[in-house]
């Protein structure tokens, strides 16, 4: 099946602990997303990667960091910097501008 | 960066009838835009996609409006249907240098009443 793929689903973070959102694909898109939505508002894009081993911030990048090593892979890390992590994460990668997300992690604070 | 309103948090609709969805955006007319169904818990599901220089696109019951006088699009689904009712996201590329940057509006949540 292609499509994103997006590990956990739900995911409980400590206070101070850093945690990891997974995100593969398997449609051969070179660029790849993360937006963060919390109830009643619009996606606000994190990080974006248009190719292997370059990303750039999106709007709310801090607390976050990302890396993109492979292709098919575009994991996120919600640092301890980020004092309100808690929201529906979303990874999407994108061909011609048309994206494709994957089924979300829901984050939230211990 | 672009400001984009959509018309009103939620709608709701009789069956058969059609569910009219608009969204406005502030700054410079993007070189497209696009319409995204969400379900609740879910990743918004691509629908649309709706160029500059074209005035209208349909696909099936979904026909897509593009207004750049007024920085505008609406959204028609016509003999709307229990299975429809879903929050419904515009998209535009804010980057102005196709990068492929979406900026979303907030939504507008579609019950449509059997």
């Known amino acids: 099946d292609g499509g994103i793929t997006q590990s956990p689903k739900y995911l409980f973070r400590k206070e101070g602990q850093n945690v990891t959102l997974s995100c593969e694909q398997n449609l051969n898109h070179d660029a790849m997303y993360w937006y963060r939505q919390d109830p009643g508002q619009g996606l606000r894009l994190i990080y974006y990667s248009q190719i292997v081993n370059d990303f750039q911030k999106g709007d709310i990048a801090e607390g976050y960091s990302v890396s993109r090593e492979k292709k098919e892979s575009f994991p996120l890390t919600v640092t301890s910097a980020q004092k309100n992590p808690t929201a529906f994460y979303l990874c999407a990668s994108g061909n011609r501008g048309k994206l494709f997300f994957g089924s979300g992690t829901q984050l939230s604070v211990l | 960066s672009q400001k984009i309103e959509q018309n009103s948090e939620a709608l709701n609709i009789q069956e058969g009838k059609t569910a009219t969805l608009t969204c406005n955006y502030t700054n410079y007319s993007p070189a497209y835009l696009q319409w995204y169904r969400q379900d609740p818990g879910r990743g918004p599901v691509f629908l649309l996609l709706?160029?500059?220089?074209?005035k209208e696109k349909r696909k099936e019951r979904l026909k897509v409006t593009f207004d750049t006088t007024l920085k505008q699009s609406l959204f028609h689904i016509t003999a709307s249907q229990p299975a429809d009712s879903a929050t419904y996201l515009c998209?535009?590329?804010?980057?102005?240098?196709?990068?492929?940057?979406?900026?979303f509006g907030k939504g507008t949540k579609l019950s449509v009443i059997p």
């Open positions: 998209a535009l590329d804010d980057s102005g240098a196709g990068s492929y940057q979406l900026t």
């Open positions: 709706i160029r500059e220089n074209e």
